[in-house]
């Protein structure tokens, strides 16, 4: 008789449950301050509080298929309607329902590194390969490389994706690389989690008029400041929309956050409040740590900035273990381009903002 271990598929062999030692360690200390993970610092407005209340008293129905959520998430976007817009519980899960669409086992996804590590998560769980291609760090900026990731194409390419702005780097990728890219007439994943802190007017939407094979991503994570809830999208055109939502798990978004989802999205105050709020603390940041010897800071469109202290001979690690020491949690990153001195923050509450400065300062001067 065969053993159990023997019927998986061979692909999640050795594979374990991704977790973010980071968030598990600012759950356990709750003193600690959470620079790491790109959330929001800022509570959900009244507004959303009240749709979380009030559709909490009914939570014990089933949700619909968020209809009246996608039909605003479309208007915002000069789509259409609700058939372009696909919901999902983060959109985490929406990378995983594309992936599964289009990725058999041995084809491969395109990403540019560095990026965020759920495309690579979600890619191994389908059995695809995942192809890295670095971006240029030159003249301490990174540069987006479309020529590489064309290269990059072979027969078994199925998607590629690109943040947009990318995370950690911070930067937005040009139109005319995006184009170049959308003509490859491959499935395209344009991931616009940060999107909102510059502003819809920098997304990359407007493809989806002349590329079919273009998909954007959003998240109500981060400028939205709803991570815990869980609601993420993706746009396209209907006929790219129907065919992924055949993977949809029935009822995948919750009623408590599709509602709250709508709430956040109508309250363009509330919305324009924490851009403000994060886009002032992004250039609290760069002023403050501009004239650090040796320090280079990417200019991060995002709620997020990545620092290169090489030149400062100080070691990333030891930055984010000295910031822990005084109660800040900083997010690693790992050595690339010859460098062990990156390290990552999160804008957090302007007095944590404040204390990060502070440890950066001391640490490295
Ligand atoms: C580039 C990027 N895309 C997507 C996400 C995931 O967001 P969600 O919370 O919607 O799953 C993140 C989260 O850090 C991110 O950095």
Redesign the pocket.
């Known amino acids: 008789m065969k053993k159990i271990e023997e019927y998986f598929v061979p692909w999640l062999k050795g594979v374990k449950m991704y977790i973010s030692p980071h968030i598990e360690l600012a759950w356990q200390n709750k003193k600690l301050h959470r620079l790491m993970?790109?959330e929001n610092p800022n509570a959900p407005s009244a507004k959303v509080l009240e749709a979380i209340g009030s559709f909490g008293k009914i939570a014990n129905r089933y949700p619909d298929q968020g209809t009246a959520v996608r039909s605003r998430i479309a208007t915002i976007n000069g789509l259409d309607g609700p058939g372009n817009v696909l919901i999902?519980n983060?959109?985490?899960?929406?990378?995983d329902m594309i992936w599964r669409s289009f990725v058999e086992p041995g084809e491969e996804i395109i990403q540019h590194t560095p990026?965020?590590g759920?495309y690579k998560l979600r890619c191994i769980v389908v059995g695809g390969k995942l192809v890295s291609v670095p971006m240029i760090y030159e003249n301490g900026e990174f540069c987006f490389d479309a020529g590489s990731i064309i290269k990059a194409i072979t027969p078994k390419t199925k998607i590629i994706v690109i943040?947009n702005p990318?995370?950690p780097t911070g930067n937005f990728m040009d139109d005319e690389d995006f184009v170049e890219v959308a003509e490859t007439g491959l499935p395209f994943v344009v991931?616009e989690?940060?999107v909102e802190y510059a502003g819809l007017g920098r997304s990359q939407v407007k493809l989806l008029k002349k590329y079919p094979n273009v998909m954007v991503?959003r998240?109500?994570?981060?400028a939205y400041g709803l991570?815990g809830l869980?609601?993420?999208y993706m746009l396209a055109v209907k006929g790219v929309i129907d065919q992924i939502a055949a993977t949809l798990i029935p009822w995948n978004v919750g009623t408590i956050p599709m509602w709250a989802a709508l709430a956040a999205l109508e309250d363009t105050e509330g919305l324009t409040e924490r851009v403000e709020f994060n886009n002032a603390q992004v250039r609290y940041f760069e002023e403050e740590l501009k004239d650090v010897p040796g320090l280079n800071v990417l200019h991060s469109y995002?709620n997020y900035i990545l620092f290169d202290a090489k030149e400062t001979g100080k070691k990333g690690d030891d930055m984010v273990a000295f910031a822990q020491e005084r109660g800040l949690i900083f997010r690693p990153q790992a050595p690339m381009y010859g460098s062990d001195g990156f390290f990552r923050i999160t804008i957090g509450s302007a007095e944590e903002n404040r204390m990060a400065v502070e440890a950066i300062k001391e640490f490295l001067s």
């Open positions: 993970s790109n999902g983060g959109s985490s899960e929406v990378y990026c965020f759920i943040a990318n995370n991931d989690a940060y991503t998240t109500l994570s981060k991570a869980r609601f993420g995002g």
